[in-house]
């Protein structure tokens, strides 16, 4: 491919990640359409299969190797808590659960296991409330 092509096919990938809320994956790309265009304006680059070669090991190396970097740098913050937790929730019990028993308990919606940490039972139909998520079962006290 002639040089400027690539240095044209670069600068629309970059302008493409900055228009895009994308996650710095096509940046890599146009870098190294960049650099290409570069290497080939200066007859460094080689026979065209050499460029494209270039191109693909080269964003490939780039995106693996940038990619955690600029992510951490500028990519978006997550606030440490959990997004989406059932602890301090109240459940429906759908069956009696005795102390430190399993047995069912309904919340959002579905069907729970559960397990009494309560220092007594709790009885169908009771409020209780969530305490610990352990894998699919609640750890559950009566309310």
Do not use: H
């Not at 990619?67 to 301090?88: C, H, I, K, N, Q």
């Amino acid at each position: 491919m002639i040089w400027w092509i690539w240095l044209l096919a670069g600068l629309i990938l970059v302008l493409l990640e900055l228009l895009t809320p994308g996650g710095f994956y096509i940046l890599f790309f146009g870098i190294g359409a960049l650099v290409v265009g570069a290497l080939a304006g200066f007859r460094l680059a080689g026979p065209p299969w050499m460029e494209w070669l270039l191109f693909s090991v080269l964003s490939l190396l780039a995106l693996a190797l940038l990619r955690g970097p600029l992510l951490a740098r500028w990519g978006a913050r997550v606030e440490e808590r959990e997004v989406d937790s059932l602890v301090g929730e109240t459940a429906l019990a759908l069956e009696d659960i005795a102390v430190d028993g399993v047995g069912k308990v309904e919340l959002r919606g579905a069907a729970w296991n559960a397990r009494n940490a309560g220092e007594g039972p709790v009885n169908r139909g009771q409020r209780c409330r969530v305490e610990q998520v352990e894998g699919l079962t609640l750890r559950v006290r009566g309310q």
